[in-house]
Nanobody, 124 residues
Framework: QVQMVESGGGVVQAGGSLRLSCAASTRTFSNYIMGWFRQAPGKEREFVAAINWSGSSTFYLDSVKGRFTISRDNAKNTVYLQMNSLKFEDTAVYFC?????????????????WGRGTQVTVSS
């Protein structure tokens, strides 16, 4: 069982930045493809970004490309999401996700482990 804890959420004005972190309690962190999802009120959970085992490949939701950057530090068992130029529509609960299966494409059904989520609120 892998436990993951997100941090770094908060309230920020439109155009601002936040950096989310997700720390995982596993000795095999580098075996997992890591990602971030988000869920706004009344909406389904949607994929945001993913990163491969080594950190050499990433994949993003179109609407966050050029604004968000996912990265990982396998020595610290941590994955990050740097969010710049935040927009009101980025407001959501952000969840850390881990999967074993191959491929950066992620859907909610592929995920083996979820974090509890951290709230990001962007004020307009």
């Amino acid at each position: 069982q892998v436990q993951m804890v997100e941090s770094g959420g908060g309230v920020v004005q439109a155009g601002g930045s936040l950096r989310l972190s997700c720390a995982a309690s596993t000795r095999t962190f580098s075996n997992y493809i890591m990602g971030w999802f988000r869920q706004a009120p009344g909406k389904e959970r949607e994929f945001v970004a993913a990163i491969n085992w080594s950190g050499s490949s990433t994949f993003y939701l179109d609407s966050v490309k050029g604004r968000f950057t996912i990265s990982r530090d396998n020595a610290k068992n941590t994955v990050y999401l740097q969010m710049n130029s935040l927009k009101f529509e980025d407001t959501a609960v952000y969840f850390c996700a881990a999967k074993v299966s191959y491929g950066l494409a992620m859907s909610a059904g592929d995920i083996d482990y979820w974090g509890r989520g951290t709230q990001v609120t962007v004020s307009s």
